[in-house]
């Protein structure tokens, strides 16, 4: 008895890969895994609630601590594979197989390969995901390259830890998922990826300091040695989109210094945080993101500064957030709306090369070639570790959010990315295109927060000073946007009834007191996703 329970029969025609994914060892695997650090994951949990508790941004500063004081240490050396890391294809969810394989075969250093921001994590599209890693790394897939070897490297996102696996028991609790997630990416593939120097690697998400680093290492380390392979084979990417973890960027690094690679931006879940810790407070009233929010602004600007120059200091390396801009179907990206697209996702992207970045990611592959002349007219080495920036950047740099008021048209988009992630969700589906640009999760987070921060507030509309942002206004704008999108995008009744309950989430949590820290949790617990989801599956119990 493994003391791990699976909920849920396998979806129709999975019945041999929920055998071969969730193999007796692999059971044992994940259920050691819990029980050695099932204990130290409630404390973050509990950290995490006391932290929340704490709603003044007032003697925040950086961390001082002995790492950040002692100048002498770096991060371990970096793999020759990892020593580029221009270019990743950024939201590529495994589960879905065509874009999976597209991606392994695009010309760029990494793939993102998603289980967070861009991936629903449904026990089927838990297990398709599994399994084209699997067969991925196994020369299996049908149309990928046969060696993990001649593939970009693939970047492991698990799960975030606020993000529970209600499809699986151990020892009578809830699984954990980002535990599941490492525990059977590294039980099934790590070894291969080892043997091919292409490997094990992983981006994690939505760190907010450096206890949580040091429960990451903690983790690498225990499972490299139930797996025998050598201490600092796994290697890291941390994601920085917690404001709490800006000021603790030293001490992240140096609590995953044998496993870091370096650190990411990523600007949505980090604008969101911040009204998540801070946004009941005026001061913190985000401005229309789309018109006043962007890299050029002071707060942002710092941030992405102070992840280059920490990395840099260290040995590590800094990377930036991904283009979201996605160019209209069947074109090549010749024509003259798809050059304007790439021109200034070209621009955008310049400009971090100029900050120093080491590299960023892109969501459509046909951008890849434009991004990769850019890299070799900018004269870049494979990295830009040896730029340190001359950098005094304060706490109040970090914390003075950019004036400026809300529109109408920022706060309909916000509504509807807003509703169309939930719809989405609903379906099973992680991300999605809108207006030209990808949207996942981060997009829905900060869309949610702003229109929550704005009701809040009630700010004057900028294109009509006599409309201030109202309950009522928002619940018009949301029925608005509703209504045109059952009669443009619904095609079936139940699909109608998907985007009314999309709409009316929404709105509960819009008009919230204290709204979830995170939209995923809000969805991943709600009783309506998991019973759509759910419904067609036989229950194990």
Known sequence: ?????????????????????????????????????????????????????????????????????????????????????????????ASNTAHFTAALKADVQGVQVDFDDGHCPTWRNQLLA??????????KLQGAPISIATCPILMLRPRAWNMIDHDILIDGKEAI??????????????????????????????????????????????????????????????????????FELEEILFQLKDHCMGLNCGIWDYCASIIAKFGDRKEFLLPDRNKYVNMDRKFLDSYMKTVVHTCHARGALATGGMAASVLNPGTDGSDNGSKKIINKVLEAKMKEIESGVDGFMVYDSRIVPHVNELWKKSGALPNQIHRILDLNVTAQD??????????MQGLKHNVAVAILFIYHWLAGIGHFFYNGNVEDSATAEISRAQIWQWIRFGPALEDDPNIN????????????????????????????KRLT???????????????????????????KFRTLHNKSLLSNL
């Open 1 to 93: 008895m493994t003391g791990v329970l699976l909920l849920q029969s396998s979806p129709p025609k999975l019945q041999d890969v929920q055998k071969k994914i969730f193999s007796k060892d692999a059971l044992n695997f994940i259920a050691n895994l819990h029980r050695e650090f099932d204990t130290r994951i409630d404390k973050l949990y509990n950290e995490r609630l006391r932290r929340s508790a704490i709603k003044s941004a007032e003697g925040l500063n950086f961390k001082v601590s002995p790492e950040r004081n002692d100048k002498s240490w770096k991060v371990g050396p970096l793999p020759i594979r990892l020593q580029n890391r221009h270019l990743d294809l950024g939201d590529v969810s």
């Open 130 to 139: 599994f399994n084209n890693i699997y067969l991925a790394v196994h020369g």
């Open 177 to 246: 998922g980002p535990l599941v997630d490492f525990g059977i990416l590294m039980h099934h593939n790590a070894k291969k990826l080892y043997e091919a120097n292409s490997g094990p690697y992983f981006y994690l998400s939505k760190l907010e300091g450096s206890n949580e680093a040091q429960l990451w290492n903690e983790i690498f380390v225990w499972t490299q040695k139930q797996l025998d392979l050598p201490h600092g084979t796994i290697k890291a990417c941390v994601l920085i989109e917690n404001i709490l973890s800006t």
């Open 398 to 407: 970090l914390l003075t959010i950019p004036s400026g008021g809300v529109t």
């Open 469 to 496: 942002v109202t309950p009522k206004l928002v619940e018009k704008v949301a029925s608005i946007f509703a209504s045109h999108a059952h009669k443009n995008l619904c095609r079936s009744n139940a699909e109608r």
């Open 501 to 527: 309950a999309a709409k009316y989430m929404c709105l509960e949590i819009f008009l919230s007191r204290n709204p979830p820290e995170f939209i995923t949790s809000y969805l991943n617990d709600n009783h």
